[in-house]
Protein backbone atom coordinates (compact mmCIF):
# COMPACT_ATOMS: atom_id res chain seq x y z
CA UNK A 1 0.00 0.00 0.00
CA UNK A 2 1.41 3.70 -1.01
CA UNK A 3 1.86 6.45 1.23
CA UNK A 4 0.78 9.39 1.22
CA UNK A 5 1.90 12.08 3.33
CA UNK A 6 0.40 16.34 3.59
CA UNK A 7 3.40 18.47 5.02
CA UNK A 8 3.24 22.48 5.90
CA UNK A 9 6.70 22.99 4.64
CA UNK A 10 7.73 26.29 6.91
CA UNK A 11 9.57 29.06 5.85
CA UNK A 12 13.92 28.49 5.12
CA UNK A 13 13.47 24.72 5.09
CA UNK A 14 15.04 22.86 1.78
CA UNK A 15 12.45 20.52 0.55
CA UNK A 16 14.57 17.71 0.42
CA UNK A 17 15.70 15.33 3.54
CA UNK A 18 19.47 15.81 3.30
CA UNK A 19 21.80 18.71 3.57
CA UNK A 20 25.67 19.30 3.86
CA UNK A 21 25.59 22.29 5.04
CA UNK A 22 23.09 22.54 8.10
CA UNK A 23 20.32 23.90 7.15
CA UNK A 24 16.73 22.72 7.78
CA UNK A 25 15.51 20.23 6.00
CA UNK A 26 12.08 18.00 5.61
CA UNK A 27 13.46 15.48 8.19
CA UNK A 28 13.73 17.88 10.37
CA UNK A 29 9.77 17.74 10.27
CA UNK A 30 8.75 14.14 8.91
CA UNK A 31 10.45 11.17 10.52
CA UNK A 32 9.13 9.14 7.62
CA UNK A 33 11.46 7.10 6.05
CA UNK A 34 11.72 6.19 1.91
CA UNK A 35 9.21 9.25 1.41
CA UNK A 36 9.91 11.64 -1.27
CA UNK A 37 8.72 14.90 -2.44
CA UNK A 38 5.89 14.87 -5.38
CA UNK A 39 7.44 18.30 -6.10
CA UNK A 40 8.69 20.70 -5.06
CA UNK A 41 8.71 24.66 -2.56
CA UNK A 42 11.66 27.08 -2.71
CA UNK A 43 13.14 27.22 0.84
CA UNK A 44 11.65 30.45 0.89
CA UNK A 45 7.67 29.79 0.07
CA UNK A 46 5.90 27.36 2.31
CA UNK A 47 2.43 25.26 2.15
CA UNK A 48 1.56 22.09 1.41
CA UNK A 49 4.60 19.77 0.39
CA UNK A 50 3.06 16.24 -0.94
CA UNK A 51 5.52 12.98 0.42
CA UNK A 52 5.29 9.70 -0.84
CA UNK A 53 6.65 6.40 -1.30
CA UNK A 54 5.31 5.74 -4.50
CA UNK A 55 7.57 6.81 -7.59
CA UNK A 56 3.80 6.53 -10.23
CA UNK A 57 1.71 8.37 -7.61
CA UNK A 58 4.94 10.85 -7.01
CA UNK A 59 4.20 11.68 -11.09
CA UNK A 60 0.91 11.89 -11.26
CA UNK A 61 1.03 14.39 -8.54
CA UNK A 62 3.81 16.48 -9.85
CA UNK A 63 4.17 16.02 -13.70
CA UNK A 64 2.63 18.74 -15.93
CA UNK A 65 0.98 16.21 -18.11
CA UNK A 66 -1.22 14.74 -15.67
CA UNK A 67 -2.62 18.75 -15.43
CA UNK A 68 -3.22 18.70 -11.54
CA UNK A 69 -3.90 22.34 -10.26
CA UNK A 70 -1.81 24.01 -7.48
CA UNK A 71 -3.41 26.81 -5.62
CA UNK A 72 -0.99 29.75 -3.84
CA UNK A 73 -1.95 32.21 -1.43
CA UNK A 74 0.30 35.47 -3.03
CA UNK A 75 1.06 38.57 -1.16
CA UNK A 76 2.35 40.78 -3.59
CA UNK A 77 3.94 44.44 -4.09
CA UNK A 78 1.28 47.07 -4.87
CA UNK A 79 -2.26 46.22 -6.00
CA UNK A 80 -2.27 45.01 -9.79
CA UNK A 81 -4.57 46.60 -12.39
CA UNK A 82 -6.77 44.30 -14.57
CA UNK A 83 -3.97 43.96 -17.19
CA UNK A 84 -1.59 42.78 -14.93
CA UNK A 85 -4.00 40.01 -13.56
CA UNK A 86 -5.35 39.59 -17.50
CA UNK A 87 -1.46 38.99 -17.93
CA UNK A 88 -1.24 36.52 -15.18
CA UNK A 89 -4.52 34.93 -16.75
CA UNK A 90 -3.48 34.66 -20.21
CA UNK A 91 0.11 32.97 -19.89
CA UNK A 92 3.60 35.57 -19.16
CA UNK A 93 6.95 34.75 -21.37
CA UNK A 94 9.43 33.23 -18.49
CA UNK A 95 12.77 32.40 -19.66
CA UNK A 96 11.47 32.25 -23.76
CA UNK A 97 8.57 29.87 -22.51
CA UNK A 98 4.82 30.93 -22.14
CA UNK A 99 3.67 29.93 -18.79
CA UNK A 100 -0.18 28.01 -19.41
CA UNK A 101 -2.71 30.65 -18.26
CA UNK A 102 -3.62 30.92 -14.58
CA UNK A 103 -6.72 31.45 -12.67
CA UNK A 104 -5.82 34.53 -10.48
CA UNK A 105 -8.39 36.64 -8.44
CA UNK A 106 -7.43 39.01 -5.43
CA UNK A 107 -8.74 37.84 -1.93
CA UNK A 108 -8.92 39.15 1.36
CA UNK A 109 -5.41 39.31 3.57
CA UNK A 110 -6.26 35.39 4.86
CA UNK A 111 -5.93 34.11 7.87
CA UNK A 112 -2.50 32.49 8.12
CA UNK A 113 0.28 32.17 11.08
CA UNK A 114 2.76 34.91 11.06
CA UNK A 115 5.80 33.79 9.42
CA UNK A 116 9.75 33.98 10.68
CA UNK A 117 11.21 35.86 9.82
CA UNK A 118 8.34 38.45 8.83
CA UNK A 119 7.97 39.79 5.84
CA UNK A 120 9.45 43.54 5.23
CA UNK A 121 7.01 45.88 5.68
CA UNK A 122 7.08 49.30 3.97
CA UNK A 123 4.94 51.85 4.82
CA UNK A 124 4.81 53.93 1.14
CA UNK A 125 4.62 50.35 -0.48
CA UNK A 126 0.87 48.90 -0.35
CA UNK A 127 0.62 45.08 -0.79
CA UNK A 128 -2.25 42.95 -2.07
CA UNK A 129 -2.66 38.88 -1.35
CA UNK A 130 -4.08 37.10 -4.67
CA UNK A 131 -5.14 33.50 -5.14
CA UNK A 132 -3.10 32.01 -8.20
CA UNK A 133 -4.25 28.53 -9.61
CA UNK A 134 -1.76 27.20 -12.27
CA UNK A 135 -1.36 23.49 -13.97
CA UNK A 136 2.54 23.52 -14.05
CA UNK A 137 5.25 23.87 -11.53
CA UNK A 138 8.39 25.13 -13.65
CA UNK A 139 11.14 26.64 -11.36
CA UNK A 140 9.76 29.44 -9.26
CA UNK A 141 7.24 30.22 -11.81
CA UNK A 142 4.82 31.83 -9.25
CA UNK A 143 7.45 34.22 -8.22
CA UNK A 144 8.59 34.61 -11.95
CA UNK A 145 5.29 35.52 -13.19
CA UNK A 146 4.03 37.95 -10.53
CA UNK A 147 7.71 39.61 -11.19
CA UNK A 148 6.97 39.82 -14.54
CA UNK A 149 3.86 41.81 -13.79
CA UNK A 150 5.04 44.32 -12.02
CA UNK A 151 4.24 42.88 -9.01
CA UNK A 152 7.31 41.00 -7.11
CA UNK A 153 6.06 38.22 -4.55
CA UNK A 154 6.39 38.94 -0.97
CA UNK A 155 4.90 36.09 0.49
CA UNK A 156 4.50 32.34 -1.22
CA UNK A 157 2.60 29.53 0.51
CA UNK A 158 1.09 26.77 -0.99
CA UNK A 159 -2.47 25.76 -0.36
CA UNK A 160 -3.49 22.62 -2.65
CA UNK A 161 -2.26 20.05 -4.99
CA UNK A 162 -4.68 18.21 -7.12
CA UNK A 163 -7.93 17.18 -4.57
CA UNK A 164 -5.12 17.92 -1.35
CA UNK A 165 -5.72 20.63 0.75
CA UNK A 166 -3.59 22.06 3.41
CA UNK A 167 -6.12 22.60 5.46
CA UNK A 168 -5.43 23.60 9.47
CA UNK A 169 -2.02 22.04 9.32
CA UNK A 170 0.51 24.15 11.34
CA UNK A 171 3.94 24.82 10.08
CA UNK A 172 5.99 21.63 10.75
CA UNK A 173 3.10 19.45 11.04
CA UNK A 174 1.88 16.97 8.97
CA UNK A 175 -0.49 13.89 8.53
CA UNK A 176 -1.37 11.08 6.32
CA UNK A 177 -3.63 11.59 3.33
CA UNK A 178 -6.07 9.32 1.25
CA UNK A 179 -4.16 7.49 -1.47
CA UNK A 180 -7.24 6.89 -3.66
CA UNK A 181 -7.40 10.33 -4.33
CA UNK A 182 -4.32 10.92 -5.95
Known amino acids: MSRLIALNKPFDVLCQFTDGNGRRTLADFVPVPRVYPAGRLDRDSEGLVLLTDDGKLQARLSDPRFGKHKVYWVQVERIPNEDALNSLRNGVVIKGQRTRPA??????????????????FRKSVPDCWLE???????????RRMTAAVGHPTLRLVRMQVGPHKLGELAPGAWRDVDVSRG
Open 103 to 120: EVRPIDPPPLWPRDPPVR
Open 132 to 142: LRITEGMNRQV
